[in-house]
């Protein structure tokens, strides 16, 4: 499996973007999929998960009602939609798969992708 995460840039504070993450691999409908993030000089950090049916989702706090998560499984596509960015949203954003439940914790998910960077300027 493999993962390949886009839609990272340039975004002043208020605004919105959207991140996908493309997932090779027949086997796309039967992972969960979690977005972590890694700011500058902190580590990396839990910020929501999707269920392999899609019904299923799970926030940290710091992005509940802010940011939302989908998925299409017939695209082995999740999305990570982020509204009303913020400074500290700043970071290099990661998908990764995982099968089991959801979970906030990096060593339930068995396969990563190679980050893209959201930058949210003042």
């Known amino acids: 499996v493999q993962l390949q995460a886009s839609g990272g840039g340039l975004v002043q504070a208020g605004g919105s973007l959207r991140l996908s993450c493309v997932v090779s691999?027949?086997?796309?409908?039967?992972?969960?999929i979690g977005w972590f993030r890694q700011a500058p000089g902190k580590e990396r950090e839990f910020v929501g998960a999707?269920?392999?049916?899609?019904?299923?989702?799970y926030y940290a706090d710091s992005v509940k009602g802010r940011f939302t998560m989908s998925r299409d499984n017939a695209k082995n596509t999740v999305y990570l939609r982020m509204n009303s960015l913020k400074p500290d949203d700043t970071a290099v954003y990661y998908c990764?798969?995982?099968?089991?439940?959801?979970?906030?914790?990096?060593?339930?998910?068995?396969?990563w992708g190679q980050g893209t960077l959201v930058t949210v300027s003042s």
């Open positions: 990764a798969a995982a099968r089991g439940g959801l979970s906030y914790r990096e060593y339930d998910y068995d396969y």
């Open positions: 691999g027949r086997t796309f409908s039967i992972y969960n």
């Open positions: 999707i269920g392999w049916s899609g019904g299923n989702t």
